[in-house]
């Protein structure tokens, strides 16, 4: 069955519904028969269609996006599938992602609501250009339960996001979701997995079902702007460095990068730090450690980080080049970082700076050895 109605960030908004349907099964609220005004508590997985079917209520603080419910009656209830997504529902599953992450500290809160003319996600469309075969719903009947995406980078598969609907959770969605990932990954010939996941025991369950290894601790920062000035010149001091933005955009230096990629993550990724610098125009820095670049860093207005390096020094003198990037590109709120535990310089000299310990993640790996002890991550989705 399905319910048509516009989801919008403020409290009341007005929306067509049919007749007799109800929305208990999601978060407690009813659906009274008939055209008029009322409260939404629920959070839901949504289409980017049914456009007609909604219309914007006057005095709303936020877009709106019209959204297609899908609502089981209980009755001839479909086996789990999954199938891949295509490129039209990635606005449906950011709201979806975004709704079931508001509860979780580690990730950002909610962006607000898609309307149907904004674009897509940036990581989202980013991710699925490269790798458009790693993404995945799981759906019964016609009812969507979550969904999953991962990426991979050569001989390495990284799981970008999984997540199921809370009503929906311990009913094997999860399971088959990352069945398919596994299976993506083997078959675009990864050897390794790995998995950046909050600490909540589903999670955990369901990694280590499925052959997964806790690898470390991964602590999530915020720090004041004040503060990531004052950490920012005293690290910055440590080795030499430069800002190398227009080097890299013109191809200069991406082998030195490459170079450091491989001895961090066992990886390259050029099309991620293109990405980097050109859709989410963050800044990039390079660090000199003896004749050599001997780290990178990124940062801007809304992100700090990747940052990697072949030692220690030069990845922590690569943080206070990033924080520093991040202070002069206009940054105003408080810049979030996440730092491996096994970075251990970078993790004391945050909290010698009034960082906040925010949130804290679980590194997971199959198949894959990495000490996590010189670089921090970007983004949970792109790390």
């Known amino acids: 069955m399905t319910a048509l109605y516009a989801v919008c960030k403020s409290t009341w908004f007005e929306a067509y519904r049919p007749h007799g349907y109800t929305a208990e099964r999601l978060y407690g609220e009813t659906i009274e028969p008939g055209v008029g005004v009322f409260r939404t508590v629920c959070r839901i997985a949504v289409y980017p269609n049914s456009r007609t079917a909604c219309r914007r209520a006057k005095g709303t603080e936020a877009g709106w996006h019209s959204a297609r419910l899908l609502v089981s009656d209980g009755e001839g209830m479909a086996k789990i599938k999954v199938r891949t997504i295509n490129r039209e529902e990635l606005p449906g599953i950011a709201i979806l992602r975004d709704a079931v992450a508001a509860d979780l500290a580690a990730y950002p809160a909610s962006r607000g609501i898609l309307d149907l003319e904004m674009d897509i996600d940036p990581e989202l469309r980013h991710l699925f250009s490269h790798d458009p075969d790693g993404f995945f719903t799981v759906y019964e009947g016609g009812e969507t339960l979550g969904f999953a995406a991962a990426h991979v980078?050569?001989?390495?598969?990284?799981?970008?996001?999984?997540?199921?609907?809370?009503?929906?959770?311990g009913r094997g969605?999860?399971?088959?979701?990352?069945?398919?990932?596994?299976?993506?990954?083997?078959?675009?010939?990864?050897?390794?997995?790995?998995?950046?996941?909050?600490?909540?025991?589903?999670?955990?369950?369901?990694?280590?079902?499925?052959?997964?290894?806790?690898m470390t601790t991964a602590y999530q920062f915020s720090l004041p702007v004040s503060s990531a000035t004052r950490l920012a010149s005293g690290l910055k001091g440590l080795l030499s460095g430069k800002d190398a933005t227009t080097d890299l955009l013109n191809r200069r230096g991406q082998a030195d990068i490459d170079r450091i990629d491989r001895v961090t993550r066992n990886i390259t990724r050029e099309a991620d730090h293109l990405f980097w610098l050109k859709e989410r125009q963050l800044r990039a820095a390079l660090v000199q450690q003896g004749s050599r670049i001997a780290a990178y860093a990124y940062g801007g207005v809304e992100q700090v980080g990747p940052v990697a390096g072949s030692t220690q020094d030069a990845a922590l003198a690569a943080l206070g080049w990033a924080l520093d990037l991040a202070v002069d590109a206009g940054a105003t709120g408080d810049i979030e970082l996440r730092v491996p535990a096994p970075f251990g310089p970078a993790v004391e000299a945050l909290l010698d700076t009034d960082a906040s310990l925010h949130a804290t993640l679980l590194l997971y790996g199959k198949g894959i050895s990495l000490s996590f002890d010189r670089s921090l991550f970007g983004t949970l989705c792109l790390p």
């Open 153 to 169: 980078r050569p001989r390495q598969c990284i799981l970008s996001e999984l997540w199921v609907l809370p009503q929906h959770q």
């Open 173 to 214: 969605a999860g399971k088959a979701l990352l069945s398919r990932i596994l299976a993506f990954g083997e078959r675009s010939g990864a050897r390794e997995f790995l998995a950046i996941v909050p600490t909540e025991p589903g999670i955990q369950a369901l990694m280590l079902g499925h052959g997964f290894e806790p």
